[in-house]
């Protein structure tokens, strides 16, 4: 059964060319050892009518935006073989060290989930 990490964080709009050029590199990293997708989207149209907006449950400081994120894996199973595989990567704790996080990440808010209608 396909599985997916799910992200959901505020990033200052200031940031997002930067956010962007780290998630590219990172999303080819995830890629290569085998992610079927990296996903990240920016807030467009987040003022909703019903039900809890992101912008309620993140609750982005003014001149942020919010981003909700995922990767697809095969399995659990494939999503902890890669994740081990990239977090071990030179490149991604070099992209870790380089400086500052273009977010806070305690603000961040992650999971893991199985898939209950995959069409």
Not at 1 to 24: C, T
Not at 44 to 51: A, E, H, M, S
Request: no cysteine.
């Amino acid at each position: 059964m396909r599985y997916v990490d799910g992200f959901v964080l505020p990033v200052p709009k200031k940031n997002l060319q930067l956010y962007s050029s780290i998630s590219k590199k990172a999303g080819k990293i995830w890629r290569e050892y085998g992610a079927l997708e990296y996903i990240e989207a920016v807030g467009d149209d987040l003022d909703v009518k019903f039900g809890v907006s992101f912008t309620r449950t993140i609750k982005p400081k003014p001149g942020e935006t919010v981003m909700f994120s995922f990767i697809l894996y095969k399995s659990r199973a494939h999503r902890d073989r890669v994740n081990a595989k990239v977090m071990s990567d030179p490149r991604m704790k070099k992209m870790m060290e380089k400086g500052p996080m273009p977010f806070d990440v305690k603000r961040m808010v992650y999971g893991g989930f199985k898939m209950l209608v995959d069409l």
